[in-house]
T-cell receptor
């Protein structure tokens, strides 16, 4: 079975500071990993994803994440936070591969606050 | 053009009522999903359909009945609404791809959500 743990339900940074949101996963098969962002009262938007290949994945809005198999981690980073980055961030892992309609298993989310 | 749309965006209703939420995607995807986000923002799969066939049916009360009239639509009907059904319901879609006899899940695209409040 797959599961996701997001360490820290709330992260606060200053504008211009490094953003680090932590995600660890558990998967019995090679995982597909995703980071989604949710702005207030909106749907989920894909930031980036890892499937196979290069372990450092670049996404939208300057975010990137690195897949580390040995640490079962997929932490999300951004070198310099912007006020507009304040949102809820979800890490997710695919359910079962090789099965149509497989679900995403989500972490509990991390609220990112950015202060000026 | 909105890729995945849901109607209504907000739904306020009384306990015991029956209501429906509609979802449409114009991405040409063959797989659609319903997720529930509770008050603590935890997201959990409810149903998934692939080519109009039910694939995932999690432990959801049978008061919830999904229907997929075609690949572009997945509706959710809820009977006898209860207070605990209050949540945000998200529709999503994706396209399965196949290579070397493996099925690979592509990115899931989410709708804007339907905020259901049961009084």
């Amino acid at each position: 079975a797959q599961s996701v743990t997001q360490l820290g339900s709330h992260v606060s940074v200053s504008e211009g500071a490094l953003v680090l949101l932590r995600c660890n996963y558990s998967s019995s098969v090679p995982p597909y990993l995703f980071w989604y962002v949710q702005y207030p009262n909106q749907g989920l938007q894909l930031l980036l994803k890892y499937t196979t290949g290069a372990t450092l994945v670049k996404g939208i809005n300057g975010f990137e994440a690195e897949f580390k198999k040995s640490e079962t981690s997929f932490h999300l980073t951004k070198p310099s936070a912007h006020m507009s980055d304040a949102a809820e961030y979800f890490c997710a892992v695919s359910g079962h591969l090789n099965q149509a309609g497989t679900a995403l298993i989500f972490g509990k989310g991390t609220t990112l606050s950015v202060s000026s | 053009d909105t890729a995945v749309s849901q109607t209504p965006k907000y739904l306020v209703t009384q306990m015991g009522n029956d209501k429906s939420i509609k979802c449409e995607q114009n991405l040409g995807h063959d797989t659609m999903y319903w997720y529930k986000q509770d008050s603590k923002k935890f997201l959990k799969i409810m149903f998934s359909y692939n080519n109009k066939e039910l694939i995932i049916n999690e432990t959801v009360p049978n008061r919830f009945s999904p229907k997929s009239p075609d690949k572009a639509h997945l509706n959710l009907h809820i009977n006898s609404l209860e207070l605990g059904d209050s949540a945000v319901y998200f529709c999503a879609s994706s396209q399965e791809s196949k290579a070397l006899r493996q099925i690979y899940q592509e990115t899931q695209y989410f709708g804007p959500g339907t905020r259901l409040l049961v009084l």
